[in-house]
């Protein structure tokens, strides 16, 4: 496993936003995890980053108990993340804001190589062509794009990606889906908060269900999506 999660509780005031979560997630394996508004999914994103530190329980990633590591530690591990809500360095290119994202998360590569490791990270996410765009000038889907590349230069073995097909047309979603599935396919296990469910379920092998901080459902996706419990959440919801 490289990541397990063994009944981690967190919550806010009065509010359980993590409710005894245990979870594993095998090496290699895309996992996607679906719940509505305020089920606590990027709360659990944060407890396995280390930007939020759990009441109780206990988190491992590749095997060792990373519980109250900090998240700095936890990049350095292998744990890449993308944000909802991209928050590029606007006034850097596309490139330099990835030698940032590298130079924060990587082994310490040398520069040469370091620019290399980006130059190809550019190109496997589509974004080669805007190197020395500055962030502060990019589309909504390519700004996704270099959120889901500067996860990538950070060398993950593990990507969080969060609600990263959210806004798009369909057929920006499809592209970006396509470069998620060649990652997935390079061996980078991941997971993925999605709301977006037919692009989630193009590329995930495994659900999990939150609902009110409670994982209420594991499973094959075909299984969860035809489950009444995960019907009755999204009733109204095309999916
Ligand atoms: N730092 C915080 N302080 C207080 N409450 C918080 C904090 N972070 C999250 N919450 C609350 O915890 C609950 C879960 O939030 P979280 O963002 O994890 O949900 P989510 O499932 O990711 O929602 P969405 O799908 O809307 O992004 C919400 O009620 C939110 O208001």
């Not at 806010?12 to 997630?25: E, H, M, N, P």
């Amino acid at each position: 496993m490289i990541l397990e999660l063994e009944s981690v509780s967190k919550s806010y005031g009065a509010l359980k936003v993590t409710d005894a979560v245990s979870l594993q997630v095998p090496r290699g394996q895309a996992l996607g995890i679906i719940g509505p508004n305020g089920a606590g999914k990027s709360t659990l994103f944060n407890l396995i980053t280390g930007n939020v530190l759990p009441d109780a329980g206990r988190i491992g990633f590749l095997g060792r108990d990373v519980t109250g590591l900090p998240a700095m530690a936890r990049v350095r591990m292998g744990v890449g993340r993308s944000f909802q809500i991209p928050q590029p360095f606007e006034g850097l290119t596309v490139f330099e804001n990835l030698l940032t994202a590298a130079s924060f998360g990587g082994a310490g590569a040398p520069r040469d190589q370091m620019a290399q490791d980006c130059a190809e990270i550019l190109r496997r996410t589509g974004m080669l062509p805007r190197a020395n765009r500055l962030a502060g000038s990019l589309s909504l889907l390519d700004r996704k794009r270099l959120e889901l590349a500067r996860a990538m230069a950070t060398a993950p073995e593990l990507l969080l990606l969060d609600e990263i097909a959210g806004g798009l047309t369909e057929a920006e979603c499809r592209s970006l889906v396509d470069t998620i599935r060649e990652i997935h396919a390079g061996g980078t296990t991941i997971i993925w908060i999605e709301h977006v469910l037919h692009a989630l379920n193009s590329v995930v092998e495994r659900l999990a269900v939150l609902d009110f901080g409670r994982l209420i459902g594991v499973g094959a996706p075909e299984e969860i999506m035809a489950s009444r419990e995960v019907r009755e959440i999204y009733l109204g919801i095309d999916i």
